[in-house]
């Protein structure tokens, strides 16, 4: 799969310093990503195949418990509440898991939540204090240290400009929050080239708006500094309607993102900024999704709070 994505870059195979054999691809932003073959007994926790990467991005994913117009009831919340904190989650160097639940259940979400496992988010960030009950500094003071910006639902319901977007998040950086972007196509159907210039271009309008403020994520187990900026690859027509977009689809995508962002960011961003995919995303098809290099985590709504969804077990679902 990835050596057909990757077509026509160099390859290596090996045997590492214990003996796993490899796969190591030569990525165009001057780097090797390594795939490792499955040792159960040592690697059990990866599932499938271990990926490594000379600059190893840790994983983000980012749980919705809600979206424009709509939230979870609170009797809802509270079965998710207790299903994130009984579940398990790879281990903590590995993988950041987010919650985002409704302005309303914030402050509940900050108390009932285990806040060693999960770090709270919101939605959006209001501009206009006049026509929000939770302004952008109540959700600050709140504890919400991530804001979802330019969800695909607001940009196509409520007819969000990259304008605002831009605002929001000089909203949230100035407020010390690390800030998920979502970019996507407007509908299905499109061409590749049609694709890749809505997103890129949503893409540019906010990296216009960072102004080179990536700002730096906590660093563990010796890893690269990441920005506090992440983007999401959330195509419009795959939020919430079970169409869930092609891996290698959402690859390509993210590997384009990746070397704009090269060309207009500088290589360190290039290289350590984690790109993730939100689009019915699911327990059935993420493993894919996870299966592919450029994919660094996801954005997941319902498929995350349900029983036998993701969010009891995020080690085992996502293979990593």
């Known amino acids: 799969m990835v050596g057909s994505v990757y077509e026509g870059d160099d390859v290596v195979r090996g045997k590492g310093a214990e003996g796993w054999p490899y796969t190591a691809y030569k990525l165009p932003y001057r780097t090797m990503a390594f795939m490792y073959e499955q040792r159960p007994e040592v690697t059990k926790w990866f599932g499938t195949r271990a990926r490594f990467n000379m600059h190893f991005r840790r994983w983000l994913v980012v749980s919705s418990w809600t979206g424009p117009r709509k939230e979870l009831p609170i009797d809802k919340v509270n079965a998710a509440i207790e299903l994130f904190n009984a579940g398990k989650t790879a281990k903590d160097d590995i993988v950041d898991v987010v919650v985002a639940p409704a302005d309303r259940y914030l402050e509940h979400c900050k108390d009932k939540l285990d806040a060693d496992k999960f770090k709270l988010g919101t939605h959006d960030l209001p501009l206009d204090d006049d026509f929000s009950d939770y302004t952008a500094e109540d ?41 998920l972007v979502c970019v996507g196509e407007p509908q299905q159907g499109m061409s590749r080239d049609e694709i890749h210039a809505a997103v ?7 990296v216009k708006a960072l102004d080179g403020q990536w700002g730096e994520a906590d660093t563990k187990s010796g890893q690269t500094c990441m920005p506090e900026v992440s983007f999401a690859y959330t195509p419009v027509w795959s939020v919430g309607t079970g169409q869930a977009c092609p891996a290698e689809v959402v690859n390509d995508v993210l590997r384009a993102m990746r070397l704009w962002l090269l060309d207009n960011a500088g290589e360190h961003v290039a290289k350590n900024v984690r790109l993730l995919y939100g689009g019915s995303v699911s327990k059935e098809n993420c493993s894919e999704y996870a299966d592919q290099f450029e994919v660094d985590g996801f954005l997941v709504g319902k498929h995350s709070y349900a029983k036998e969804g993701i969010g009891s077990d995020y080690g085992e679902v996502f293979d990593i």
């Open 200 to 206: 890129l271009g949503q893409l540019a309008a906010a």
């Open 139 to 179: 959700r600050a003071d709140v504890g919400c240290s991530f804001a979802i910006l330019g969800h695909p639902l607001r940009r196509a319901k409520l007819k969000e400009t990259d304008a605002e977007v831009a605002a929001k998040i000089v909203k949230a950086r100035s407020l010390s929050m690390r800030v």
